[in-house]
């Protein structure tokens, strides 16, 4: 049973329930080790930089994403 919920959404992979990715893996067990790689990824990082003032805005969690996903 796959984790995404709604299977009758154009952001599916055709006849899949896996959503349209940029990598565009087919396989669920390929597409949950790449989206858990690439959180461990975005959490060592985060960790890393943190600091007391360090401002949790949107700013910075939107350059966190980026910068987790600049490489694919």
């Known amino acids: 049973?796959?984790?995404y919920q709604f299977q009758t959404s154009d952001i599916y992979q055709p006849g899949t329930?896996?959503?349209?990715?940029r990598l565009n893996i087919g396989?669920?067990?390929?597409?949950?080790?790449v989206e858990a790689q690439l959180l461990h990824q975005a959490y060592q990082t985060f960790v890393s930089?943190?600091?007391t003032a360090t401002r949790f805005d949107a700013a910075y969690f939107q350059s966190l994403h980026r910068r987790t996903f600049e490489s694919l």
């Open 1 to 3: 049973m796959s984790k």
């Open 17 to 21: 329930d896996l959503p349209l990715n």
């Open 27 to 33: 396989d669920a067990e390929i597409l949950q080790e």
């Open 49 to 51: 930089e943190l600091t």
